[in-house]
């Protein structure tokens, strides 16, 4: 089982939607959640870096942790064909590292 | 600013030869990190160097990956004797501080390796 699972879509949704991604991992000691959006054959994008549990806004992106689930999601309001990218969660423990460990991406698509 | 900047952007190679990647990382970030990133595959840590020294080369696939970086700036990851299996996007990130300082990473473009 890997450290990180993320669904690799592609998710489909319509202009304006909501969207919903998500991520689960399996190790209890990660506490830093980033989330990076990356168009084809570009570099990852940072897009939001959270610390521990809770809600972070940013414009129309939220990230929400939830550590006692193992579970993170990325919310996307009001989406936009420019939205449709890959988007890749990482995590790291709080000290003695500085390896990100990701998920494969989920490829999001949103239709005009 | 100028973010990190990699060249080539494409390289295409024939099995057997040695490739040279480079990095030029944000201008005053001191960590630099190389991951690998295949098809269908999430990102793959290979190195992380905390200025010119590498504390942590554990990712390195094996002996025929190297990688240096001098000035406390510029990376060089070297493949010899390059395999098929060796074809991936190379990333490069950089971050104001490394160990447990915890900044977040800033990626490049990457390069894309072919092994014919």
Known sequence: ?????????????????????????????????????????????????????????DGRFTAQVDKSSKYISLFIRDSQPSDSATYLCAMTPTSGTYKYIFGTGTRLKVLA | ???????????????????????????????????????????????????????DKSGLPSDRFSAERTGGSVSTLTIQRTQQEDSAVYLCASSLRGGNSNQPQHFGDGTRLSIL
């Open chain 1, 1 to 57: 089982q890997k450290e990180v699972e993320q669904d690799p879509g592609p998710l489909s949704v319509p202009e304006g939607a909501i969207v919903s991604l998500n991520c689960t991992y399996s190790n209890s000691a990660f506490q830093y959640f980033m989330w990076y959006r990356q168009y084809s054959r570009k570099g990852p994008e940072l897009l939001m870096y959270t610390y521990s549990s809770g809600n972070k806004e």
């Open chain 2, 1 to 55: 600013g100028a973010g990190v900047s990699q060249s080539p952007s494409n390289k295409v190679t024939e099995k057997g030869k040695d490739v040279e990647l480079r990095c030029d990382p944000i201008s005053g970030h001191t960590a630099l990190y190389w991951y690998r990133q295949s098809l269908g595959q999430g990102l793959e840590f290979l190195i992380y160097f905390q200025g010119n020294s590498a504390p």
